[in-house]
């Protein structure tokens, strides 16, 4: 059985992997600082991510019973975008958000590892802010792994 860290890494590893946009390097399991860091180091590297676990509970099936040995873990998730010095601000949210919905396929589960599957939960609406200068899009999110545990 994997462990929940194991399970959050491997949710990163896989959003990296389908979003063209994300590099390896501004991509974190709870640590947006390094997220953040990453980014103002890279001016050309636009798009970040932090995931981070939520929480847990026991599957259950469409009757609403309990599956025995089944979890479903939800992981939250923020895709971060800087735009400093663009004007397709729209382009740049427009973009993240159809990247988030073509890694899952428009909302379908992806296998994992095994049996481990991941689905989209709920994307958030974006987000404009600014931190010190600096412009960014936050796109909040949330996804369910379904996996065994014993």
């Not at 059985?1 to 501004?26: C, G, H, N, P, Q």
């Not at 932090?50 to 025995?68: E, I, K, Q, T, Y």
């Not at 396929?105 to 600096?134: F, Y």
């Amino acid at each position: 059985m994997a462990t929940y860290i194991e399970i959050v890494e491997e949710v990163k590893d896989f959003l990296v992997t389908r979003i063209d946009l994300l590099d390896e390097s501004t991509s974190f399991v709870g640590d947006i600082e390094a997220v953040m860091n990453g980014l103002y180091a890279d001016k050309d590297i636009s798009v970040g991510l932090v995931v981070d676990f939520l929480n847990s509970l026991p599957h259950a099936n469409a009757s609403g019973d309990r599956v025995r040995d089944i979890w479903d873990t939800n992981i939250a998730g923020i895709l971060i975008a800087q735009f400093e010095g663009r004007d397709d601000t729209e382009d740049v949210k427009n973009n993240l958000l159809n990247a988030l919905w073509r890694a899952f396929d428009g909302g379908h589960s992806k296998i994992l590892s095994g049996t481990d599957m991941v689905s989209i939960v709920v994307i958030e609406r974006p987000q404009k802010t600014k931190i010190g200068e600096h412009p960014f899009y936050y796109l909040p999110f949330t996804m369910k792994v379904t996996h065994g545990g014993k």
